[in-house]
Antibody, heavy 125, light 108 residues
Framework: QVQLVQSGAEVKKPGASVKLSCKAS????????MHWVRQAPGQRLEWMGW????????KYSKKFQDRVIITRDASASTAYMEVNGLRSEDTAIYYC??????????????????WGQGALVTVSS | EIVLTQSPGTLSFSPGERATLSCRAS???????LAWYQQKPGQAPRLLIY???SRATGIPDRFSGSGSGTDFTLTISRLEPEDFAVYSC?????????FGQGTKVELK
């Protein structure tokens, strides 16, 4: 069965960086896009970016493109997301989620059919 | 970006009742790329509906989705005890993908 297992909770000071991991199993890692989504306390889910399984290409939300780097290790079936310049507003649960691709006349797009368990990142001085 | 508005923020029901949740988009979602997720406290979201009306794998048929354009609905035909949770809609028709703020379905 498909599983996404994320690294554990982190506590960081403002200005620091954090690197989260997401290990996939139960499917061919390089066949799917992997997304990163976060949820701050009491806020709606927020898409941050994705990494393409076949070629490692990435796409980021404009909000995060200057501070976030998504990478992968295909041999380890693991995706990573590094967030730099952390601020208190980055306190949130960070999820990885597998893309569920669908086709329309406009092209391919996807929602998220499997999610990691989430990793709480707390930014506090 | 497309803003999704879910209202009301909280709905109260008794088990066995029918629940109808609304999601309204600020722009037309032309490909019906609209998903619904269920989220319980301390858990990750769970995909219920994709493409506005298709049930995800393993989702009971008491869950159904409908709508097009800017107005979408999630219906739970008969609420079971395990259905009390927060439900969020998501559009993936245009980038960036965006989510609604969620509707909490609580026990009356």
């Amino acid at each position: 069965q498909v599983q996404l297992v994320q690294s554990g909770a982190e506590v960081k000071k403002p200005g620091a960086s954090v690197k989260l991991s997401c290990k996939a199993s139960g499917y061919i890692f390089t066949h799917y896009i992997m997304h990163w989504v976060r949820q701050a306390p009491g806020q709606r889910l927020e898409w941050m970016g994705w990494i393409n399984g076949p070629d490692g290409n990435t796409k980021y939300s404009k909000k995060f493109q200057d501070r976030v780097i998504i990478t992968r290790d295909a041999s380890a079936s693991t995706a990573y997301m590094e967030v730099n310049g952390l601020r208190s507003e980055d306190t949130a649960i960070y999820y990885c989620a597998r893309d569920y691709p669908q086709w329309s006349e406009s092209g391919w797009s996807g929602c998220y059919d499997h999610w990691g368990q989430g990793a709480l990142v707390t930014v506090s001085s | 970006e497309i803003v999704l508005t879910q209202s009301p923020g909280t709905l109260s029901f008794s088990p066995g009742e029918r629940a109808t949740l609304s999601c309204r988009a600020s722009q037309t979602i032309s490909s019906n790329f609209l998903a619904w997720y269920q989220q319980k406290p301390g858990q990750a979201p769970r995909l219920l509906i994709y493409g506005a009306s298709s049930r995800a794998t393993g989702i009971p048929d008491r869950f159904s989705g409908s709508g097009s354009g800017t107005d979408f609905t999630l219906t739970i035909s008969r609420l079971e005890p395990e259905d009390f949770a927060v439900y969020s809609c998501q559009q993936y028709d245009s980038s960036p993908p965006t989510f609604g703020q969620g509707t909490k379905v609580e026990l009356k």
